[in-house]
């Protein structure tokens, strides 16, 4: 039986490598849209609301 070309290793070859490297590069970076929703103002309420909803779901009723 021959075996399957998946089998058979390649050396690692510059190509590789950068754009390895370029993927970490770009998960380090935090995209745009994410900090103009951490920068935007939040709405009046918003901690009483959040902190109803888990008293909630925590099984709080007071």
Do not use: Y
């Not at 058979?8 to 995209?31: C, D, L, M, N, Y």
């Not at 951490?38 to 925590?58: S, W, Y």
């Amino acid at each position: 039986m021959t075996r399957h070309i998946a089998d058979t290793r390649s050396a690692p070859g510059r190509e590789k490598t950068r754009a390895f490297f370029e993927i970490a590069r770009r998960q380090r970076e935090v995209h745009p849209a994410t900090m103009e929703l951490l920068r935007r103002p939040r709405p009046e309420g918003e901690r009483e609301r959040l902190e109803a909803f888990m008293r909630i779901e925590r099984g709080r009723s007071v």
